[in-house]
């Protein structure tokens, strides 16, 4: 019987094990290695970092969708692929060997070599990250509250991403209970992204654009672009704009660090060929250096045939990635013709700005207001149905439409 070691229990981690125990029942052994006993919804992590939801409310344990008959699950830290041996070098394990290995071990954010990035700044890419944003910020408020600095009231994020900017609008719909910890009005508590593009939120144009960049400035969120980060210190960020040689300072005392969006360091440790952590994968979504290692969601690069740039790596795509592996999989397991090159079709994106309103586009029209609210968290039960099933989806889905 072959082995399946699945790295990550992520979108395309945990989907790639629930479609190999629906489609492949008894005729596989599956390893699921995972850094924590649950699974969590990665487009969700603003709810936490802006405290509006504990982690829970977005979580589920692993343990529950296994089919433990032919699954088995083991929290570790991955150390290291070794490709040549057909082994996971794991932190706290012996080394756990496979026939097929699906890579799905999320992204990190890397300081980009900006001095003081990693020290004075926190990065969201997981849920321990989103809780330290959480705890800090209170901290700040309640500094306030004891020595009134201004700079506790300030909070600076490096990028406007999608993922920033969502966070920016939670954070923004929760300036009344920040405010409420610091004693002061809602308005004394700032939020300034900055961002080295030019174009704000180019995925977006025309009405959809326009709407998102309005909210974004009724919830009194700054957009500094184009603007470089410099530097990041304990109490600031550096940055320059477009032709100036002009350092410039946001005194603040909550840096976000949302820029260098990088595939995890095992895909460099382990010796694939990469760019920042993202392997350029196959038409079977195989790395160049195995055929039998898939490499899925964050750690791939798969380019738009149309624009002849990588995808956006997203949760609808790594579930896409997920089931065509299990496919793949499948048909080399039973000696069967493989299926055709991988083919991403993309249904569009909405992004969140607050509890209530969010923009963008689906299935070839653009969605403003409550309406792309209620179809990003449509969206967000979707993938929940996929990885958890009914009952993960009725216990941590958001039903909350028109809230």
């Known amino acids: 019987m072959k082995t399946i070691v699945v790295l990550g229990g992520g979108y395309a981690g945990l989907k790639t094990v629930v479609a190999l125990q629906k489609k492949m029942r008894n005729e596989v052994k599956i390893i699921l290695i995972n850094q924590n006993s649950y699974h969590y919804e990665t487009m969700r992590l603003y709810e936490v970092a802006s405290g509006s939801y504990p982690y829970t409310r977005m979580s589920y344990e692993l343990a529950d969708v296994l089919d433990k008959s032919m699954s088995k699950l083991i929290i570790d830290q991955v150390e290291k692929i070794d490709i040549k041996n057909k082994a996971i070098e794991l932190k706290n394990h012996a080394p756990i060997h496979y026939d097929y290995c699906v890579v799905a071990l999320g992204f990190i954010f890397n300081d980009m070599g900006i001095d003081g990035a990693k020290e004075y700044a926190l990065p969201m890419s997981n849920v321990k990250q989103a809780q330290a944003i959480r705890d800090h910020l209170k901290n700040e408020m309640k500094a306030y509250s004891e020595d009134h600095d201004p700079k506790h009231l300030s909070i600076a994020i490096c990028g406007a991403g999608f993922q920033a900017t969502e966070l920016a609008g939670a954070l923004a719909q929760a300036r009344p209970r920040f405010a409420k910890i610091a004693g002061v009005e809602p308005e004394k508590i700032t939020i300034k992204m900055i961002d ?188 929940l149905m996929e990885t958890g099933g009914l009952k993960e989806t009725l216990s941590v889905g958001r039903f909350d439409l028109y809230h």
């Open 196 to 383: 080295g593009s030019e174009n704000t939120l180019p995925m977006f144009e025309g009405k959809v654009l326009k709407y998102a960049l309005k909210q974004i400035k009724k919830h009194r969120i700054e957009i500094l672009n184009p603007a470089y980060v410099q530097k990041v210190t304990d109490h600031s960020v550096m940055y320059k704009e477009k032709d100036s040689d002009d350092i410039k300072e946001i005194v603040a005392g909550t840096r976000i660090w949302m820029m260098g969006f990088s595939g995890s360091p095992v895909i460099e440790k382990s010796g694939f060929k990469n760019r920042r952590g993202r392997v350029m994968v196959s038409d079977h979504l195989t790395a160049p250096e195995s055929k039998d290692i898939y490499v899925l969601g964050d750690g791939s690069i798969v380019i738009n045939p149309a624009t002849k740039w990588a995808w956006p790596n997203t949760a609808q795509m790594a579930l896409s990635m997920a089931n065509y592996a299990v496919d793949d999989i499948r048909s080399r397991v039973n000696g069967q013709a493989r299926p055709t090159k991988y083919a991403y079709h993309d249904l569009g994106e909405v992004l969140t700005i607050g509890e209530s309103k969010a923009a963008g586009n689906a299935l070839g029209h653009g969605y403003r207001g409550y309406l792309a609210s209620a179809l990003k968290k449509i969206i967000i039960d979707k993938s």
